[in-house]
């Protein structure tokens, strides 16, 4: 199993841009996340996904959007780029959300900086 | 609204020594705690998951700890080798299916 992949690595952007984060994992979890972790912080919640059509948002969804279209993939959108979404991505997934199956498996992370 | 914190931000030691990286979260409220390891440019590695239900959870020479009612959690660390250099994060899941991390420790552990 390759576990949870993303691509691309790095990625600059120009303010104004779009972009998608391709997000994909072979483990056949339901649930996905998407996470950003700025310097010295922790991981803040932007989306996440308890199955394929089903999304809600994180602690911080503004400027994003994703869709769930099938189980292994789990695409963030950027829409009009702004510095302050310069940021390491992560994507990860879990099986369900209890007990020990609630593990949640991680990506490699997207490193993106919007200038 | 959930705060996690950890302490210290950073901490070196020589190899073999054993220690305790702390964790502390404000609302007791939670489904579980766990910690993770992350290396520097990789993304995060589950090390351990604790119920709320459980007092602790032991992987080799890990073993962490959890009293949920005083809001703390503790990642003791065996015999430390330079291999264990890493980032180590706690992240607690309340409601609504959000984990909420802390800042993490950021270990050395020198020949």
């Known amino acids: 199993n390759a576990g949870v992949t993303q691509t691309p690595k790095f990625r600059i952007l120009k303010i104004g841009q779009s972009m998608t984060l391709q997000c994909t994992q072979d483990m056949n979890h339901n649930y996905m996340y998407w996470y950003r972790q700025d310097p010295g912080m922790g991981l803040k919640l932007i989306y996440y996904?308890?199955?394929?059509?089903?999304?809600d948002k994180g602690e911080v969804p503004n400027g994003y959007n994703v869709s769930r279209s099938t189980t292994e993939d789990f695409p963030l959108r950027l829409e009009l780029a702004a510095p302050s979404q310069t940021s390491v991505y992560f994507c990860?997934?879990?099986?369900?959300?209890?007990?020990?199956?609630?593990?949640?498996?991680f990506g490699p992370g997207t490193r993106l900086t919007v200038l | 609204k959930q705060e996690v914190t950890q302490i210290p931000a950073a901490l070196s030691v020589p190899e073999g020594e054993n220690l305790v990286l702390n964790c502390s979260f404000t609302d007791s409220a939670i489904y579980n705690l766990q910690w993770f390891r992350q290396d520097p440019g990789k993304g995060l590695t589950s090390l351990l998951l604790?119920?709320?239900?459980?007092r602790e959870q032991t992987s080799g020479r890990l073993n962490a700890s959890l009293d949920k009612s005083s809001g703390r959690s503790t990642l003791y660390i065996a015999a430390s080798q330079p291999g264990d250099s890493a980032t180590y994060l706690c992240?607690?899941?309340?409601?609504?299916?959000?984990?909420?991390f802390g800042t993490g420790t950021q270990l050395k552990v020198e020949l």
């Open positions: 992240a607690v899941k309340g409601g609504g299916n959000k984990l909420t």
């Open positions: 996904s308890v199955g394929a059509g089903i999304t």
């Open positions: 990860a997934s879990s099986r369900t959300d209890r007990g020990q199956r609630d593990t949640q498996y």
């Open positions: 604790i119920q709320s239900s459980q």
